[in-house]
């Protein structure tokens, strides 16, 4: 149980597009999923958290225009980057919360690399 | 602000016992210690976390001393699938973003 995915594994786009990022929770409904960001040889960075049905909250310095975020469901949630410039290239992690036999733990999806030509 | 401090790296041998110590000082009354691993290029995995108790899983225990103040994950047998980068986390009980620092970079030789 516990299994968080991410589509697509990988991504790489030009300059100017956007690029849309799917998270779900396959076996369990996530009350709260969040969106991290993480540079090569860096720590992970949270961008953003999102409950379903309801805006999502950014972090200092994450833009909300270009980071949209949407949480349709209690089992999905998406991260549009908009107008993608080669500075956005990075590790994009989902985690999604729920009770899931291990109390009030947060689950990670594999993870979106992201290349802007 | 760090919450927590952990050694940069650490080796162990495959086989062997790997014991990961995090000092977490100001960790408060209603603070869990949660401790996550990350394999290269790929989203962390969760390990294990507690509040004061002792925990065992079927993948480590969590030694969290009596004053809260430090922890010691220990993996009882590392193989060489356990390199990794592992977090030690505090995260309060009300408030469910994880901070990541720069964790431990454990590297198991055969």
């Known amino acids: 149980g516990a299994v968080v995915s991410q589509h697509p594994s990988w991504v790489i786009c030009k300059s100017g597009t956007s690029v849309k990022i799917e998270c779900r929770s396959l076996d369990f409904q996530a009350t709260t999923m969040f969106w991290y960001r993480q540079f090569p040889k860096q720590s992970l960075m949270l961008m953003a958290t999102s409950n379903e049905g309801s805006k999502a909250t950014y972090e200092q310095g994450v833009e909300k225009d270009k980071f949209l975020i949407n949480h349709a469901s209690l089992t999905l949630s998406t991260l549009t980057v908009t107008s993608a410039h080669p500075e956005d290239s990075s590790f994009y992690i989902c985690?999604?919360?729920?009770?899931?036999?291990?109390?009030?733990?947060?689950?990670f999806g594999p993870g979106t690399r992201l290349t802007v030509l | 602000d760090a919450k927590t401090t952990q050694p940069p790296s650490m080796d162990c041998a495959e086989g062997r016992a790997a014991n990961l110590p995090c000092n977490h000082s100001t960790i408060s009354g209603n603070e869990y210690v949660y401790w996550y691993r990350q394999i290269h290029s790929q989203g962390p995995q969760y390990i294990i976390h507690g509040l004061k108790n002792n925990e065992t899983n079927e993948m480590a225990s969590l030694i969290i001393t009596e004053d809260r103040k430090s922890s010691t994950l220990i993996l009882p047998h590392a193989t060489l699938r356990d390199t990794a980068v592992y977090y030690c986390?505090?995260?309060?009980?009300?408030?469910?973003?994880?901070?990541f620092g720069a964790g431990t970079t454990v590297t198991v030789r055969a």
């Open positions: 986390i505090v995260r309060a009980r009300t408030d469910y973003k994880l901070s």
């Open positions: 985690s999604a919360r729920g009770e899931v036999g291990h109390g009030d733990t947060q689950y």
